[in-house]
C-alpha cells in the first residue's frame, strides 16, 4: 500500500514539474495579456475608493497607477515635488494561474478545464487585490512625509496596508492556487487519505508480536 501510495504522489509530482517546465515560458510570455483583467479590476477599486489616483493603465509586464500625491524627486535644480506613480510588477503576483494549470494538468479531475479556467477567475480577483496592495504600500512608503501629509494617513493605517501587501502577495500568491487544487481536485485527496487509512491496520498488524501455541 505505501508503494502505490507513493506512485500515486510521485506521478502527480512528476506530471506537475513537467507541466510547470511547459507553462511557466508560455504564461511569462502572455503576462501582458493576462495582466489586464486584474489591473482593471484593481484600477477600477482604487479610483472608487481613492480621489487621489488618476488613471492606470498596463504597461509591458507593469501595472501602473498614476496618482495626484505629491513626492520629493532630485531635480537639476534641488528636490522639487512630482506626482507620484506607482508600479506593481505582474509576474511576481501572477505565476499562481500557471501553477494552478500545472497542478490541474497533473491530476486531471472530473471537467479539469472548467475548474482551472473557474480557478484562473478568482486568481484574477486575487491579483488585483495584490496589486490594490502593492501600489498603496509604495504611495505610504515611496511619498515620505510629504505625501503623507497629503493623504493624512495615521500611522495605523500605514500599518494595516503593509500587512495587507504581505498577506495578500508573500501569502496569498503561493498559498491560493494549491488551496483551489485541493477544493476541485477532492477525490484525488480523498483516495491518498484513504490509502492511508488502509494501510494503519495492516502496519499495526505486522508490528504486533506473534503467539506460539503450545
Not at 534641488?78 to 503576483?93: F, I, K, M, N
Request: hydrophobic share 55%; with cysteine; proline share 6%.
Amino acid at each position: 500500500m505505501e508503494r502505490m501510495r507513493a506512485t500515486l504522489v510521485g506521478r502527480f509530482l512528476l506530471l506537475a514539474v513537467l507541466a510547470l517546465i511547459v507553462l511557466v515560458p508560455l504564461w511569462y510570455m502572455a503576462s501582458p495579456t493576462f495582466a489586464r483583467p486584474p489591473t482593471w479590476i484593481a484600477g477600477t477599486a482604487m479610483e472608487k475608493m481613492f480621489s487621489w489616483v488618476k488613471s492606470f493603465e498596463v504597461r509591458g509586464i507593469q501595472s501602473v497607477l498614476h496618482t495626484a500625491v505629491q513626492a520629493r524627486a532630485r531635480g537639476p535644480a534641488g528636490d522639487v515635488l512630482v506626482e507620484l506613480t506607482t508600479r506593481a510588477s505582474y509576474p511576481v503576483l501572477g505565476y499562481g494561474i500557471a501553477l494552478l494549470w500545472a497542478m490541474m494538468l497533473a491530476s486531471r479531475p472530473r471537467m479539469w478545464v472548467l475548474k482551472a479556467l473557474a480557478g484562473t477567475v478568482i486568481l484574477f480577483f486575487f491579483q488585483a487585490l495584490g496589486i490594490c496592495f502593492t501600489w498603496l504600500k509604495d504611495v505610504v512608503v515611496l511619498s515620505g512625509p510629504t505625501g503623507s501629509e497629503y493623504l493624512g494617513y495615521s500611522r495605523f493605517t500605514a500599518n494595516a496596508i503593509l500587512y495587507g501587501y504581505q498577506f495578500s502577495v508573500l501569502m496569498m500568491t503561493p498559498m491560493l492556487p494549491i488551496l483551489l487544487w485541493l477544493l476541485f481536485n477532492k477525490r484525488f485527496v480523498a483516495s491518498l487519505w484513504l490509502e492511508a487509512a488502509l494501510e494503519g491496520p495492516g502496519e499495526q498488524a505486522k508490528a504486533a508480536p506473534r503467539t506460539v501455541a503450545k
